[in-house]
């Protein structure tokens, strides 16, 4: 694909290739069949979870409410890079508009700063159910919990404009070769042609607040937690609480450890080739395997699920 006269003077260019797996052709169709079928378990589960938090009455806590904000976003996340990629993988021709790829980046640097902050809140609320149960009801009341959900949804906002802002000055000169399966930024900054000590420190600094700052207060949360279940002296009901905590634990070791090591090690070191393929484990498998996690582990969402496909088989017969 020839450079445009604009890309050549490094101004936006009008598409990006995305390259994807380019060097190993082998691996596109089944690599196509499971991103589709990871793409639909994940659009399914966190559907599924997502209505069974809002029409039935017995999960109208918290940490459902919680829960069903982070189903959203996986959906989100989903959505905004896998059909693109699936569209890619089947066709010859692996681009993607100047436009798409700002907003595709832009929308899930938002989501992803926001799921921080959600697990953080989720983690709040499982230490105030074991630690303070008695006044549960009283600290986790229903306008806090839509505070906290408001101010992860906008600090994630916060965090993603400055990162458009900053990364749609850079120039890109020549062939726009983006060695990825969707945009993103520290990609982006990569295949710029000007200095990006900038971006880089911005991107650096922005994303340990939000990974660290939200991890630190997560791993403070389950250690008074851990504290507190050392307490309990039945056994039934120790494991009770471990069982309330374990799936949300499973959830942020997925979400917090790829993102770790894509984002908070130094750009020099930086590799696109395991890049990449880390980005595409936080952008589908997560999402895919979050649902599971909590269905597979919580008889109350089981029992919900069951009662939603109950009703659905009645309407329907």
Same mark, same amino acid.
């Given at each position: 694909m020839?450079?445009?006269?604009q890309?050549l ?10 390259l994807g ?5 082998w691996? =596109?169709?089944p690599?196509?069949l499971?991103l589709?079928? $990871?793409y639909i ?5 966190n559907?599924a979870? *997502?209505?069974? $938090?809002? +029409?039935d009455?017995?999960?109208? $806590?918290p940490? /459902? ?11 989100? /996340?989903?959505t905004t ?14 681009t993607?508009s100047?436009?798409g790829?700002t907003?595709q /980046?832009?929308?899930f640097?938002w ?5 921080c902050?959600?697990?953080? @809140?989720?983690?709040l ?8 149960p008695?006044r /549960?009801? +009283?600290?986790m009341?229903?306008p ?9 949804w906008?600090?994630?906002f ?7 802002v900053l990364?749609?000055?850079?120039p !890109? ?7 990825? !399966? !969707?945009?993103?930024?520290? @990609?982006m *900054?990569?295949?710029s ?10 991107? @650096?600094?922005?994303?340990a607040? !939000?990974?660290?700052?939200? +991890? ?14 050392l307490?309990?002296q039945s056994?039934? @009901? ?13 959830v942020v ?8 090591y894509m ?7 930086? $590799?696109? =080739? ?7 484990f936080y ?7 979050n649902?599971f ?5 919580n ?5 919900? +699920? ?10 329907c017969?």
């Open positions: 020839r450079a445009d006269n890309s003077l490094g101004g936006p260019p009008r598409d990006f290739i995305l797996v380019s060097g190993r052709p691996l =596109e169709l690599l196509f499971v589709l079928v $990871s378990l994940a659009m399914l589960g559907i979870i *997502i209505l069974v $938090s809002r +029409l009455t017995q999960l109208h $806590s940490m /459902y409410f919680f829960l069903s904000h982070l189903s959203f976003l996986d959906l989100c /996340y989903t890079t896998v059909p693109q990629m699936l569209v890619n993988l089947g066709s010859s021709r692996k993607i100047y436009g790829c907003v /980046y832009a929308v640097h989501l992803g700063c926001t799921e902050i959600v697990l953080a @809140a989720m983690a609320d499982r230490y105030v159910a074991i630690c303070e008695l /549960y009801a +009283l600290i009341h229903r806090l919990c839509k505070q906290l959900m408001a101010m992860a906008l600090s994630g916060g965090n993603s404009l400055v990162q458009v990364t749609v000055q850079l !890109f000169c020549g062939r726009q070769v983006l060695d990825n !399966f !969707f945009c993103e930024v520290p @990609a *900054i990569k295949l042609c000007a200095n990006t000590t900038v971006n880089d420190a911005t991107l @650096a600094v922005l994303v607040f !939000f990974v660290l700052v939200p +991890l630190g207060l997560i791993l403070l949360s389950y250690g008074f937690i851990a504290r507190a279940v307490r309990i056994s039934k @009901a120790r494991h009770k609480a471990v069982g309330t905590c374990s799936s949300h634990l499973a070791s997925l979400f917090y450890l790829p993102a770790i984002y908070l090690q130094p750009p020099a070191s930086y $590799s696109q =080739e395991q890049g990449k393929f880390i980005s595409l952008s589908i498998i997560t999402p895919t395997l649902p996690i909590y269905t597979l582990r008889k109350d969402v089981k029992g919900a +699920l069951r009662k939603l496909l109950t009703k659905l088989w009645q309407l017969r």
